[in-house]
T-cell receptor
């Protein structure tokens, strides 16, 4: 079974801090994704990556950056955390074909105080 | 413009009845895939069903079927014989091939389904 592991289930940080959310997948998937999920807004794509060191902006990239130095790991970085980044963050991975579903991690509930 | 539109924030269905969850999409890409996911209150995202833009027949997976109307750009999920365990959020998603070959996946805002005993 595919496993997507997010480093923290819950995280509390302060405004202005640099925050790292880590995601690791064990199935050699080409594609990895970061979403944030907010009530009434569904899942919104922040960034995605289709190969090592390759990244593409999603729909809401402002205030975030990403890093993919190894195929299995995709990191989301909040450069200077703000309270409006309090949210549930979901990481996903998939094979790079159109018909391949995504496999999701359990999510990180991030609170910025 | 919204890529994926789900217009039903919440729905109720009687146990053992069928229910249709609506999804419309917007893309100019001829090659795309449509997905439905279920998210129970526990939070995990569960893949349910897939439909490709070139597929001639509607997809089916057990009690789930996808009513694909390409000209209308709709991909409604039909759940037959609803069960209490079907109570969850349901998300429609679209994967587009894109000009660079990479594949962006966007989601709708979801529909919360509650099954009544």
């Amino acid at each position: 079974d595919v496993k997507v592991t997010q480093s923290s289930r819950y995280l509390v940080k302060r405004t202005g801090e640099k925050v790292f959310l880590e995601c690791v997948q064990d199935m050699d998937h080409e594609n990895m994704f970061w979403y944030r999920q907010d009530p009434g807004l569904g899942l919104r794509l922040i960034y995605f990556s289709y190969d090592v060191k390759m990244k593409e902006k999603g729909d809401i990239p402002e205030g975030y950056s990403v890093s993919r130095e190894k195929k299995e790991r995709f990191s989301l970085i909040l450069e200077s955390a703000s309270t409006n980044q309090t949210s549930m963050y979901l990481c996903a991975s998939s094979r790079g074909a159109l018909n391949q579903p995504q496999h999701f991690g359990d999510g990180t509930r991030l609170s910025i105080l | 413009a919204q890529k994926i539109t789900q217009t039903q924030p919440g729905m109720f269905v009687q146990e053992k009845e069928a229910v249709t969850l609506d999804c419309t999409y917007d893309t100019s890409d001829p090659s795309y895939g449509l997905f439905w996911y279920k998210q129970p209150s526990s939070g995990e995202m569960i893949f349910l069903i897939y439909q490709g833009s070139y597929d001639q027949q509607n997809a089916t997976e057990g009690r789930y079927s996808l009513n694909f109307q390409k000209a209308r750009k709709s991909a409604n999920l039909v759940i037959s014989a609803s069960q209490l365990g079907d109570s969850a959020m349901y998300f429609c998603a679209m994967r587009e091939a894109g000009s660079g070959g990479y594949q962006k996946v966007t989601f709708g805002i979801g529909t919360k389904l509650q099954v009544i005993p």
